[in-house]
């Protein structure tokens, strides 16, 4: 069974720091592109970090020198570590795996669809000015 959890999200004021966590299930998990998406209220979602099958990430221009995703094998573990927040990150943050796409592709190609790869049910991240 394939499953994606995420834990970590909360409410922090602009200039905090959060760190997310996604446990996978070893399926979803070996041999996989993984990225976190996240998806505003009355917006679609976009991808805001991935990293390759190689450990390479890329990350949306807009989290970029912010955001870290990084990967803990031992752990099935993707991480993504979120510091000087903006009330413009607020959103539900979802992990996904084995992505039809490119880490490059996930964070620069716009909206995406849920149709591939597999999800979990998101986290949410409130950040107040």
């Known amino acids: 069974q394939v499953q994606l959890v995420e834990s970590g999200g909360g409410s922090v004021q602009a200039g905090g720091s959060l760190s997310l966590s996604c446990a996978a299930s070893p399926y979803a998990y070996s041999n996989s592109i993984m990225a976190w998406i996240r998806q505003a209220p009355g917006k679609e979602r976009e991808g805001v970090a991935a990293?390759?099958?190689?450990?390479?990430?890329s990350y949306a221009d807009s989290v970029k020198g912010r955001f870290t995703i990084s990967q803990d094998n031992a752990k099935n573990t993707l991480y993504l570590q979120m510091t000087n927040l903006k009330p413009e990150d607020t959103a539900m943050y979802y992990c996904a795996a084995d992505l039809p796409w490119s880490a490059r592709d996930i964070v620069t190609m716009g909206p995406l669809t849920t149709d591939f790869g597999y999800w979990g049910q998101g986290t949410q991240v409130t950040v107040s000015s």
């Open positions: 990293i390759d099958t190689d450990g390479s990430a």
